[in-house]
């Protein structure tokens, strides 16, 4: 069993930044892909980026040169680096892990998952 914590979300002008954490516990992730995604109220849950065990990187396209995502597995920990931030980012922002180890945009292919964590971008 996986347990996700997320934090780091809050209230940001349009431009600024955030840096949401993710601290897994109960298993290393070291050989889990590891994922966010974002739901705005009355939408789905979208892929947001990704980095499988290999350290492969993948991000969504309304995203891709404004976030990084990155890891630190001796802390088990996932971070989103998020920047020039958009209104239409905001969001409650969930960490997630596939077991399977490769990358997927699918919310479906993820096992395990974080509470969640509210960004709000303001204009």
């Known amino acids: 069993q996986v347990m996700l914590v997320e934090s780091g979300g809050g209230v940001v002008q349009a431009g600024g930044s955030l840096r949401l954490s993710c601290a897994a516990s109960?298993?290393?992730?070291?050989?889990?892909?590891m994922g966010w995604f974002r739901q705005a109220p009355g939408q789905e849950r979208e892929f947001v980026a990704a980095?499988?065990?290999?350290?492969?990187?993948y991000y969504a396209d309304s995203v891709k040169g404004r976030f990084t995502i990155s890891i630190d597995n001796a802390k088990n920990t996932l971070y989103l680096q998020m920047n020039s931030l958009k209104p239409e980012d905001t969001a409650v922002y969930y960490c997630?892990?596939?077991?399977?180890?490769?990358?997927?945009?699918?919310?479906?292919?993820?096992?395990?998952w974080g509470q969640g964590t509210q960004v709000t971008v303001s204009s």
């Open positions: 997630a892990a596939n077991g399977r180890g490769q990358y997927s945009g699918y919310a479906e292919n993820y096992d395990y």
């Open positions: 109960g298993r290393t992730f070291s050989r889990f892909a």
């Open positions: 980095i499988t065990w290999t350290y492969n990187i």
